[in-house]
């Protein structure tokens, strides 16, 4: 029997079947309120298939398990998602328009502008590189102030400068939320977590996350130390 979670907590528990074959062992997540953990893993082993699960979207395959989650999310998929007849300010507001209610407009031009996308705000999808883009699909995530926050390698497209400046704007603005951060970054997941998961067909397991507060700078002793360990661990697996 599975241990009771405190309250506000989001757990998962069960194993996901694709063609009758399954993704992998049956595993045990726990988001435990308020804290942001980054969750690693190969290609294909079913990382974004949870994130879609504790967002109560399809999968393409069959769950046997249970989801306990308590509080309404919000979800930035790998897929930026945008409307192409809609520009950035729309899009970023995008949750607000589909709602029938008013965006924060003071929020949405302080987001936009920390993004870098004020000079941008009129611009049509199509018009944006894909690392603009990424930073129009999470300002409307960060626009949502859901209380849990799924994440699907929401720094993937941004080169270097832009991934720290955004890894820092979403720490400060998710703070205290519940957040679920898939990532192939071990640095990303050490300067960011609260908790570290691994996940490989034969289940899930933890890693140590730095004890500091986040987000820590990149060359901190305990990020890079966080950060070897989890690149010797993913490739111990690759080798495995």
């Known amino acids: 029997m599975n241990a009771p979670v405190a309250p506000g907590t ?3 528990s069960g194993q996901v079947r694709l063609d009758g074959r399954a993704l992998f062992a049956p595993v045990r997540l726990v988001l435990p309120a308020g804290k942001w953990t980054a969750l690693l893993g190969d290609y294909g082993v079913g990382k974004s298939t949870l994130l879609r699960l504790l967002a109560g979207l399809p999968i393409g395959g069959q769950f046997t398990g249970r989801i306990d989650n308590p509080q309404p999310a919000a979800l930035m998929a790998q897929d930026p998602g945008l409307l192409p007849w809609l520009d950035v300010r729309q899009n970023a507001a995008l949750g607000s328009r589909l709602r029938g209610t008013r965006a924060d407009a003071a929020r949405l031009d302080d987001i936009l502008a920390r993004a870098g996308l004020r000079d941008h705000a009129a611009k049509r999808p199509a018009q944006l590189s894909g690392g603009q883009q990424q930073r129009v699909a999470l300002a409307r995530t960060l626009m949502e102030d859901r209380p849990l926050v799924l994440l699907d390698e929401p720094f993937s497209a941004l080169d270097m400068r832009l991934r720290l400046t955004m890894q820092d704007l979403a720490a400060e603005l998710l703070r205290g939320r519940t957040v679920l951060m898939v990532t192939h970054d071990p640095a990303e997941a050490a300067r960011l977590s609260d908790r570290i998961a691994v996940l490989t067909p034969t289940g899930l397991t933890l890693a140590e996350a730095p004890d500091s507060p986040a987000p820590r700078l990149p ?3 305990q990020v890079l130390a966080c950060q070897g360990a989890l ?10």
């Open 10 to 12: 989001v757990s998962l």
């Open 219 to 221: 060359d901190a002793p």
């Open 231 to 240: 690149m010797a661990r993913l490739m111990a697996q690759d080798s495995a």
